[in-house]
């Protein structure tokens, strides 16, 4: 087995990402692609992102894009504020808009 050959560990950003009532519910994919729930529709909305730093850029299969940031471990995804699945932040009030 060669270096080239050692599994990596998935970005951290990979994984479930919740609105604090989880109604939205965005999962990052270790294959850089994302698949966004809303209530009980399932698959809502799905695409590909790209990481940059704490920049995140996303297209979805129709081709709309849209942004997103994460700061202080919270993803605020352009009018969204999303927290990590785990993150206790949502059941003690969450992050307030810094207006």
Same mark, same amino acid.
């Given at each position: 087995m060669t270096s080239n050959?050692?599994? +990596?560990? #998935?970005? #951290? &950003?990979v994984g479930m990402w919740v609105t604090a009532d989880g109604f939205i519910r965005q999962e990052l994919l270790p294959n850089g692609r994302y698949d966004e729930a809303r209530g009980t529709r399932q698959s809502a909305y799905t695409g590909r992102y790209t990481v940059t730093g704490n920049h995140i @850029? &996303?297209?979805?299969? !129709? *081709?709309? !894009?849209? !942004? *997103? @940031?994460? +700061? @202080?471990?919270?993803?605020?995804?352009?009018?969204l504020v999303l927290y990590h699945e785990g993150d206790e932040r949502p059941r003690q009030g969450g992050i307030r808009s810094r207006g």
């Open positions: 050959d050692t599994p +990596r560990a #998935p970005h #951290p &950003y @850029d &996303y297209v979805d299969d !129709t *081709g709309f !894009t849209a !942004t *997103g @940031d994460i +700061r @202080d471990g919270v993803l605020f995804h352009e009018h």
